[in-house]
Nanobody, 121 residues
Framework: QVQLVESGGGLVQAGGSLRLSCAASGSIFSVHGMGWFRQSPGKEREFVADINWKSQINYADSVKGRFTISRDHAKNMLYLQMNSLRPEDTAVYYC???????????????WGQGTQVTVSS
């Protein structure tokens, strides 16, 4: 049984920063890709960033240069450092894990409950 628990969301002014965390429990190891997605009201869930088993990283164009994804294998943690936040970054942010091992480009099977990020103008 895989569980993902996000934390670190909140209310921040435009230009500010937040750091999201995702605690993974169950059979999740460094060979599984992990990622962050977000969903705004009335919109579909969208990709934010992911990191594969080789620690290769991809970002959505909208967050490149502002967000940084990282993971701590020893602690089974995933992070998203968000800087220079904009009102359009307001969304529920979800952590996700690929159950397939050694995938160069992860697809995601397990999801957390999400954490709300609100950026005021």
């Amino acid at each position: 049984q895989v569980q993902l628990v996000e934390s670190g969301g909140g209310l921040v002014q435009a230009g500010g920063s937040l750091r999201l965390s995702c605690a993974a429990s169950g059979s999740i190891f460094s060979v599984h890709g992990m990622g962050w997605f977000r969903q705004s009201p009335g919109k579909e869930r969208e990709f934010v960033a992911d990191i594969n088993w080789k620690s290769q990283i991809n970002y959505a164009d909208s967050v490149k240069g502002r967000f940084t994804i990282s993971r701590d294998h020893a602690k089974n943690m995933l992070y998203l450092q968000m800087n220079s936040l904009r009102p359009e970054d307001t969304a529920v942010y979800y952590c996700a894990v690929d159950r397939t091992q050694y995938a160069d480009r992860p697809t995601f099977d397990y999801w957390g409950q999400g954490t709300q990020v609100t950026v005021s103008s």
